[in-house]
């Protein structure tokens, strides 16, 4: 199993994915999760998200949000790292439309394909302010990274992809307050672990 460890401010405070899905429906969860966390966290894992977390603090004055999500997912990619970021990084703009940019990075842990941009969230009325019967439309920053997992072997061919997501709806608060924030999990960002299947 591969592991993926990184650096995070103290600020995110990780959502309990593999205690939560697995816990059985008479168990007691941690942090007092309702259904809906279950559900959700369930889900979560079941994509091959490893880790997740929010931050909620405030930064210069005004309150900030932010999430982040970790996954590990099946990606066949041969013998090149470097040609499969290069190759994220194509498909991905080409994908992603007006509003987005990216690049490929060398990261410590190896080539990164990085995207940053925008996306307008739409969110149920469940989750609107108001209690109306209107959805809400919330712009936000993003930043998404694609990094092709080393084999664990020298010459091997590589099997898996990290996916690192990062989103806040401050999009005001990018670039001084989160910016730093996901080049510092990218700096920090290491693999370890069996990485065949």
């Given amino acids: 199993m591969i592991q993926v460890g990184f650096s995070l401010p103290v600020e995110f405070k ?32 079941d994509v091959g998200v490893v880790y997740a977390a929010n931050c909620l603090h405030t930064f210069e004055g005004r309150p900030s949000l932010g999430s982040l999500a970790v996954a590990v997912v099946d990606y066949p990619y041969g013998h090149s790292a470097t040609t499969a970021a290069r190759g994220a990084v194509q498909a991905v703009l080409e994908a992603s439309g007006r509003g987005w940019s990216g690049a490929l990075v060398h990261a410590p842990c190896g080539p990164a394909a990085v995207f940053t941009g925008g996306q307008t969230q739409v969110l149920s009325p469940l989750f609107s302010s108001g209690g109306g019967a209107r959805r809400a439309e919330v712009p936000t920053a993003q930043f998404h990274a694609m990094i092709p997992i080393p084999p664990p072997e020298a010459g091997g061919e590589g099997l898996h992809m990290c996916l690192v997501v990062f989103s806040t709806p401050q999009v005001a608060h990018w670039e001084k307050c989160y910016a730093p924030v996901v080049a510092g999990i990218l700096r920090s960002l290491r693999f370890s672990g069996d990485a065949r299947p």
Avoid: K, Y
């Fill in 14 to 45: 990780e959502i309990p994915l593999e205690a939560v899905a697995t816990a059985g429906e008479g168990e007691e969860l941690p942090n007092e999760a309702t259904p809906v966390l279950r559900r959700v966290s369930r889900f979560l894992s």
